[in-house]
Each structure stands twice: as C-alpha cells, then as structure tokens.
C-alpha cells in the first residue's frame, strides 16, 4: 500500500484535518513522508505494489545500495528516456481537441465526406507552435506561428499543417535545411534561440531575394500575436478537391479566427517573455477552461486550372497568395477547441502531423515545397517517435476503422491477427483488400516537359508580392514593419548583410529602404540587386492588415485592475461587472495576492501580485487607489511601470484620483487621449476595445 506506509502519529493528524495533500513526517522522525486520503496502489510497470518509494534497497541502513533493487532500476531507468528529440522546428507548441463542423456542402467540387456532410462534427487536435525556438523557449518571440489540425474524419486522418501567415521564405524544398540551420541558434555559439535577429539568419534571407515577400509578412505584428485565438491560419498551398466524376479543383484553405486578429507591440512582447514566457498557452489553457472556446471559421478559395492560368503569379510557388479580392473566400465550416488535451507528452507532444496525411476527394497540386513536405513529415517522425507503429499511439490514430498488412516493428502494440499478412490472398475472409470504389486516387493528369533541376520561369517575380503587402498596409503597420527591420538588421553585425537587405527593400518600396536605411545609419542608399522582373504594382489588398480585422468587442480579452488598501469598492465592482458583461476576464493586481482591504472593509484576494504581473498581461487596465495606496505606489517601480507600459502600448486606461496620482507619477499626460475616468464604465469600456493608435507619436521614434 502506497499511502499507508509508516503513517506515523503526524500522519493521523493530517488526515483528521482531512486534508489530501498535506505533508507530514512519519514515524522514526522525518524518515517518511506521505498523504492522508484512500488511493490506489502504486506499482512497477509490471504491476508488482511498491511498499516504500521513498527508500532503495541498502545493505544496512547506512549502508550502499543493491543491484537488486528492481524497483528503483525501473523507475530511473524510465527516468532517465523520458525524452524524445524535440521537433527539429516547431519544437515549442501548445494544442487542444475539438471538432470541425461543416456549414456548406462542396460536394459539388469533391467527395471527402469531412467536406460534403454538413452538420456532421468531425473530432480534431490542433498544434499551435513557433518555429526557431526550443521546446523550453518562449511563447512571444517574433516568429511564425504553426498552425497544424489533424482532423479525424471517417475517410481517414487529413493533416492541414500550415501556418498563421500564407506564404512561405523558399520555393522548394530543398532549400529548407539551409533556412532551418540560418534561423536556428548558430553552431559556433548556441545562441539566439527563437529570434531571427541574427547574421545567419539574415545572410541567407539578403542572398535569397525569393523570401522578401515572407520577409514583409514577419517584420509585420503578425509574427507578435496577442494570442493564439487571434491567429488567421492558412495551408499554403494550393491542393486539389476532386468530386466524383474525377474531376478538380484547385483550393486554398484559410483558418479566420472568431475573435478577430490581434497582435502584441513589440516592447510588449519582449517585456511579457519576461513577465510570462508561458503566455500563449496559459492564455488557450484558462480560455478553455472558462468555456470561451477558441473557434476559426474554415474558408475556401477555389479556382479552376484555367483561371489559375490567367494569374499574373503562378500559384504553385508557395511565395505567392491569391488575393481575397482576385478570388473570394468562401466560409463552409467552422472550427471549435473545447478541450486542453489530459496529458501535454502523449497528445501534444506525440501528435505528429504529416502533410502526406490526405483522404479520397482531396489530392496535392505540384508545388515544389508541398511536393518536398510530403517527405519529409513522414521521416521525421519515424526518429522523433522512434517507430514507424507511430500511427498506433492513441493521438495519431485514425478515429475510422484501419487495417493493412504492415506488421511488426519497434513498439508495435497492436495484435495483428490471422495468418494472412499479404495482398492479394484468399485464404481469410476478414483480411482487408483494396477499395476499388472508394480509395484513394490521384487525378490523372498529362506531364509533359523535360527533366532536369530547373525552377519555373514563373517563380521569377520575387518583388511584385512583397509591395503589394507593404503598401496594403495602414501607416502604422508599415511603421512597425520598418521599425522591426531596423531592430532585427541593428542586430547582424555583417554590415554588407544589413546593406544587401536594404537593397531588396528599393525593389519593394524605396520609401520603406530610405526609412530602413536611415534607421540603420546608413549614409548612403546600397544599390538594389539586379532582378529581371520589373516590379508590378497590384491592387491594395486591405485584407493583408490586422488593424481592420481587430474585432470591435472585448470578447477573450482581458482588464487588469489595480488595487491596494482602501480601494473603492463600488468603483472596483462596477469596472469588473462592466468588463465581465464586455466579454473580457478580469483579474486584479494588488501589492500583496492574499489579501486587499477595500473602502468597505471587505477584503478580496488578488489574482496576481504586482511584481509579477504587469500591464503589458492585459488588453486594457484599470487604477483604483486610495490616496494613501496611490502615495505609496508611486514610490514602487512596479507600480508605476505598469501605468507606463500600458500608456506605451496604446492600451485604455481608467482612473480615479488615486489612480490619477499614480498617472501623474508614471509622468501619463492628464489629458492623453485613452486615459478615462474609471467612473464613466461605458467610456471606459469603448477605449478598451482598441489600441489607442492616435497616442503612439508620442509614446515611440519608430523608423
Ligand atoms: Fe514544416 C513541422 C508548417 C515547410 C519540414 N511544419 C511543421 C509544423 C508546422 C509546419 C505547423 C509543426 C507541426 C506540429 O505541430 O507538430 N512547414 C510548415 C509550413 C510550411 C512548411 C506551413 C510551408 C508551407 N516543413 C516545410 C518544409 C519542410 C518541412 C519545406 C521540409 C522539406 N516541418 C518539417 C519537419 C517538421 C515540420 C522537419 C518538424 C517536426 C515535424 O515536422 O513533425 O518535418
């Protein structure tokens, strides 16, 4: 019996006070520690009971430890592989279930059930990660975010594994080792982890002019997410739908959040991988938990091969996007996260996701990149999971019938049965065949063109895109992508590297190298790199930005209200009732977490102490102080960066007079546009739904 060994007279004490967890001494003094409570035995893997783990096996009590000890061997032993490699990229990532809903049947263009039975809620497991960092990074650096659904539907497991921006830095595959190994830490030194901020990182982008349009889209906030509810999500490629009289479809898929898109400031984000390295998880984790699940429209762009033919850019070259307003996006189906996974190893760990993964009615198309994907995800999972059987772990396998005649192998935990373990047989009627009617097929489709290691001349055009982004941007996004430039480029040493980058930026926008340039010190413009594609200019795409897709609604975001002794009670509860009715979490922040005395001698505990939970943690905040409480406040740096950095970051603030004394300490303009009277809850409630834009002129130097 695990619980009851050696409960000793303390024991007994701490299971009168009826408490499960509390610690005591046992008897023989402080030799034995355990837990009041009934519980199951605990064993070894082979389900022998342990009657002490706490002990090994001595000789004499003081004497060594034996070989023989069986039970600790086991557990170091298990101890000591309880790590697999992390993911080569992707390492750091966060994911949920739920299910994916169909709205709109596209049984016209394919027969994959997942897309033509409407109503029908398919289960999925959803990995959100950064790309660069390890497994023990930080959830804010720049960086893209992965955006992987494994949908378990009844043809089969469909992998869409994209990511929150719809184009990629590389054209082929072959080319992603290289881009892996200039954005991961460099060799000689181990460092930086997860930043782009770095000469390799650079040195390859400046020589590789196909990746200036990706380039655009991650010195934009959208490499900066708020929370990874705010992410759009996109597949990338071009695949094929294909219905049943065989004919296809090109498709583009596209994940637009419910909530809207929303990203962090820079300084934001590097003040909250301080503050909270965890906080896109914890942020997924306690919205699930409260019940405001996560949901993503699914949308689709579908265009014939003809038309594709007619685009000014060839749609199988992964660097390019199809314009919303070229071919519209058309909702069919909806996506809900309403469950964190029971154990982050086995699901989100070992989820392992593979473009390759498609079912009957979807195919590939022939972009270079997806083509070289369809590899890769395969492979690396046999040595990240250390078994080809890797489809047998419960979070990868199909939620549909399977069977085939792959057998054996390391970890296989299946039972494979009978004596046919080959195709085609007659010898046992329940041994599976091929499903002539409704397998998968490929379309059948005409190559033609001669062999070779060549690149489609319609992969030259590297520019055209990447101005299109830039300048279908507002003012302030294009100041945030030049400021990011100018701070990722202050970062490489190289300083031919910094010039050869602000000569791709004259192809893309000359105002934008002229501000990148002058932001770097650079005295004289470097010449743009020789391109043969003059640049187009297309149509502004207002869909690029993310300020016009901020939903105006304070639905999954979150106030902070700051309060110490003698705070008002009517004003607190009339903030957080007005918050909580806006949709928003709340949660308060006081110098101390236990215990804060309001002006009506009530006392409330505080969701977070101030020293450890800072402004840039919330969308919006509130200061409620005494007088008393805003003096001593304004003597604490805490206090008054936490007013500072949320007047920085374009964030609401309400106040009343002790919070105006403290506003006044943190050296807030009285009359800054954003800082509400805390009273007025409605006006304070309409600022916190937005990022006061007009204040940053005043707040910032961008380049
Ligand atoms: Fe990749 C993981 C997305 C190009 C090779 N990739 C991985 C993940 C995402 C993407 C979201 C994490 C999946 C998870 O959560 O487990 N990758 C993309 C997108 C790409 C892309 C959207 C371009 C459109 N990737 C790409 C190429 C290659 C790879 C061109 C190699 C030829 N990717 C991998 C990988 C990973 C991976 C090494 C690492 C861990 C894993 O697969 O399971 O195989």
Redesign the pocket.
Known sequence: MTKATKQGDSGKRAADAGTDDANHVGEGGELHQTASGEHPPLTTNQGVAVSDDQNSLRAHPRGPTLLEDFILREKITHFDHERIPE????AR?AAAHGYFELTQSLSKYTTAKVLTEVGVKTPVFT?F?TVAGGAGSVDTPRDVR???VKLYTKDGNWDL???NIPV?FIQD?IK?PDLVHAVKMEPDRGFPQSATAHDTFWDFISLTPEAMHMVMWIMSDRTIPRSLRMVEGFG??SFRLVNAAGDSTFVKFHWRPKLGLQSTIWDEAVKIAGADPDFHRRDMFEAIAAGQYPEWDLAVQLFTEEQAERFEFDHLD?TKLIPEEMVPLQVVGRMVLDRWPDNFFAETEQ???CPSHLVPGLDFSNDP?LQ??LF??LD??LS?LGSPNFHNLPINAPKCPFANHQRDGHMQTGIPRGRVAYEPSSLQSDSPREAATHGFRSVPRIEQGERGRVRAASFADHYTQARLFYRSQTPYEQAHIASALVFELSKVDHVHVREAMVGHLRHIDEPLAKRVADGLGLEELPPAPASSRPVQDMAPSPALQIIGKMKDTLEGRSVGILITDGSDAKALAAVKEASVAAGASVKIVAPKVGGTKLSDGETVSADGQLAGTPSVLFDAVAILLSEDGAKRLSKEAAAVDFVRDAFGHLKAIGVDSGGRALQKAAGVPTDAAGVVAADDVTRFISAAKTRVWDREASVRTLA
């Open positions: 993911r080569i990229v992707h990532g990995r990660s992965g955006f992987a594994v994209g990511n990629f595959a992603f990338v490629h992964a989820v392992a996701f990149l070289g994907r890769s995800y690396t999972q990240r």
